[in-house]
């Protein structure tokens, strides 16, 4: 079940950078919303008493409180969205409920969960993402992502692709097509905090 409160910041650990390059908006938001990051396999995983344990000998650098998208591990019940409650170097801990003691099987990896946002279309530096919940009111957010210091983003209410939609928002005579979203005070690949 996915976790309600999520946080993400540039200091963690496999987060991708942000720039003064095209493009780099997007891939932050990509990670973030889309595909997650700091991608480890685990090396074992062991419940006991209610909390399971993954051991990641190469170190994950998650912390408690991160929430991670645990795969491929028997029992199921291990799988899915999990708040990290407690970290060492190698190690990090979750609650699970209703799994027995014992160690897991398979071929477990573990990333940084993403927000379960899709990307229904895509173009060179240039997104448009939206909700994954069916429930949700499914408004497309277009990101131009082809400049350097700043990306052009707007809100549609439909769109049929990367360059057409219906509905833009906000309106209004001073942004008319948009807003910007600052990227970095120059033209460089020195990253900038997010």
Not at 67 to 83: F, K, M, W, Y
Not at 148 to 175: C, H, L, W
Request: hydrophobic share 40%; charged share 10%.
């Amino acid at each position: 079940m996915p976790t309600s409160v999520k946080y993400f910041h540039s200091e963690m650990t496999g987060a991708p950078v942000l720039n003064g390059t095209a493009g780099s908006l997007i891939s932050v938001i990509d990670a973030c919303l889309v595909n997650g990051f700091n991608a480890r396999a685990i090396d074992s995983i062991v419940v006991a008493n209610g909390v399971a344990t993954a051991t990641v000998s190469a170190g994950h650098g998650y912390a408690t409180d991160h929430v991670v998208l645990i795969s491929g591990a028997t029992p199921a019940a291990l799988n899915g969205e999990q708040r990290i409650t407690a970290v060492t170097q190698t190690t990090f801990s979750f609650a699970v409920s209703g799994v027995p003691d014992g160690s897991a099987s398979g071929t477990i990896a573990a990333k940084i969960a993403p927000l379960g946002f899709e990307k229904p279309f895509s173009g060179t530096n240039l997104a448009v993402y939206r909700s994954g919940d069916l429930l949700s009111t499914r408004l497309l957010l277009r990101v131009d992502d082809t400049g350097a210091q700043n990306a052009r983003v707007v809100g549609y209410e439909t769109m049929t692709d990367i360059n057409t939609g219906t509905g833009p928002f906000p309106v209004s005579t001073k942004i008319s097509g948009g807003g910007y979203w600052p990227k970095s005070e120059s033209t460089s690949t020195t990253a900038s905090g997010w």
